[in-house]
């Protein structure tokens, strides 16, 4: 059913310079650059979608346990602070800082969410050649939304806000900022083993349903 | 010497590519369909639409916006009754001389370096662009993929004020709150997106190939 197979030649545009490209069959694994512009123009990642469903369901499962558990505490004289993913958008909130409350929201939250849901509902029914209604739509929105998951670029602010906040008090990382370090690598599986080439024949080829 | 004939692009060849599947199809059957993609749905254009203007406008707005991203605090601290704002450059200065420097080096780089550097590159691109430049192509082209993926790198600072905010709350001992500065350091990172992303790299290329 998903066995990996060769990607059929065919003529491009090189989104990057425009320049029409012939792409030779291409194997598991290998990628094709625009002659000019060294653009990447295809990848064959092997077995596509179904390493994509595993790693989707593992993203969203660290996720839950961010959201979840203690993300980090934080004491001095005896009064501790423990906050969760949301806490920080909740203290830009009550500041009345509605702006940067939003996009931290959109980029942390929003974005990602969307993502990992999105994902499933095109890849569990692309394991067995069905699409769902609005399936190209979201496919669109995830390849364009994908600048605006800032998920990894979070993580190093945490860093950079320990080392700042450690010499004022003892800062101590909770379970849900160990799934979040995970969940940045999981996220980057997940962007090189999807190809929207891929993506957009197999969509093309299935069963509406 | 031969005369090479001028590249064959989508647009000589009378073929328009959609910008989200990557389908190419010809110009007529595209116009027969109200210029969307058969296959996807979006919008078909050869070139995003005016784009050189578009660009300018953001870019013009980022570099306003840098002014009072960096000339007002962007944290407000408050430790025992005395409250005192930060800008971007003094957090830099803190860190590099209480010995933190690595942590200087990164809020340095993600905060001033990177957004003065894109703007940079960015003006230099549109320059470059209208005044029809056939000058290393290629160099451009990779000045503009590093603009693209570099930039969204900027709001670790943004993200930083969020997380000291959420933990610094220890009533009367110390409190910190964000600033205005950071509001429009947070503009400037979205602009200067936006800005990278309205900015379409193959007219870039269009120059190149009618001359020679």
Known sequence: ?209 | MSVASPPLTAARAQHVSCIDCGLLMPTASAKQQANTCRRCGAALHSRHTNSLNRTWALLISAIIFYIPANLLPITLTTAVGKTEGDTIMQGVIYFLFSGDWPVALVIFTASIMVPMLKMAALTYLLISVQRHSSHRPLDRAKIYRMVEFVGRWSMIDVFVVTIMVALVQLGALASIQAGSGAIFFCGVVIITMLAAASFDPRLIWDECGDND
């Open chain 1, 1 to 209: 059913m998903s066995i990996t197979e060769a990607l059929q030649p065919i003529t491009v545009a090189c989104p990057d310079c425009d320049l029409i490209n012939q792409i030779p069959a291409l194997a598991a694994g290998e990628s094709a650059n625009c002659v000019r512009c060294e653009a990447t123009l295809s990848r064959n990642p092997p077995n596509a979608i179904n390493r994509g469903i595993a790693l989707t369901f593992t993203a969203i499962m660290l996720y839950a346990i961010t959201c979840t558990l203690p993300f980090l505490s934080f004491g001095k004289a005896g009064i501790v602070a423990h906050t969760k993913l949301f806490s920080g958008i909740i203290g830009l909130y009550e500041q009345g800082m509605y702006f940067l409350a939003g996009v931290v929201s959109f980029t942390t939250v929003v974005v990602p969410v969307f993502m990992m849901s999105g994902l499933c509902y095109l890849l569990l029914p692309l394991r067995c050649d069905v699409r769902l209604p609005g399936a190209t739509r979201v496919l669109r929105w995830i390849l364009n939304l994908q600048p605006w998951n800032m998920v990894e670029i979070f993580m190093i602010g945490i860093i950079v806000a320990g080392v700042k906040l450690q010499k004022m008090a003892a800062l101590e990382p909770g379970l849900g900022a160990w799934a979040f370090m995970l969940l940045i690598f999981v996220m980057a599986a997940i962007g090189a083993s999807i190809e929207p080439r891929v993506l957009w024949e197999r969509l093309e080829s299935a069963r509406c349903l």
